[in-house]
Nanobody, 124 residues
Framework: QVKLVESGGGLVQPGGSLRLSCVAS????????IGWFRQAPWKEREGVSC????????TYTNAVNGRFTISRDNVKNAVYLQMNSLKPEDTAVYYC?????????????????WGQGTQVTVSS
């Protein structure tokens, strides 16, 4: 059974940085992608970034492009989301999830095995 565990959230001032981690276990397939998503109060869950664990190809939503960087460590089965220049509108619960397909063209409904989420709050 695939399990994902997120960590690294917290309270940070605008312009600050945080690094989120997502550690995965239980994979039986060699090919999969891991995506980061976020959900703010009263809003739908949205995709933030995604990385292919084999090829390392990445995608970002426009709102975070240039500020966030996704990376992977295949030995640790971990994915990281480095978030810089944080803004109040980045405040949300951040989740990671996995899909057995490439990131490009994937929709939120293609992802499963959702983690429990980690809260990110950007406020002065």
């Amino acid at each position: 059974q695939v399990k994902l565990v997120e960590s690294g959230g917290g309270l940070v001032q605008p312009g600050g940085s945080l690094r989120l981690s997502c550690v995965a276990s239980g994979f039986t397939s060699g090919y999969y992608s891991i995506g980061w998503f976020r959900q703010a109060p009263w809003k739908e869950r949205e995709g933030v970034s995604c990385i292919s664990m084999s090829a390392g190809s990445t995608t970002y939503t426009n709102a975070v492009n240039g500020r966030f960087t996704i990376s992977r460590d295949n030995v640790k089965n971990a994915v990281y989301l480095q978030m810089n220049s944080l803004k109040p509108e980045d405040t949300a619960v951040y989740y990671c999830a996995t899909a057995q397909r490439p990131c490009a063209g994937s929709r939120t409904t293609d992802f499963g095995s959702w983690g429990q989420g980690t809260q990110v709050t950007v406020s002065s």
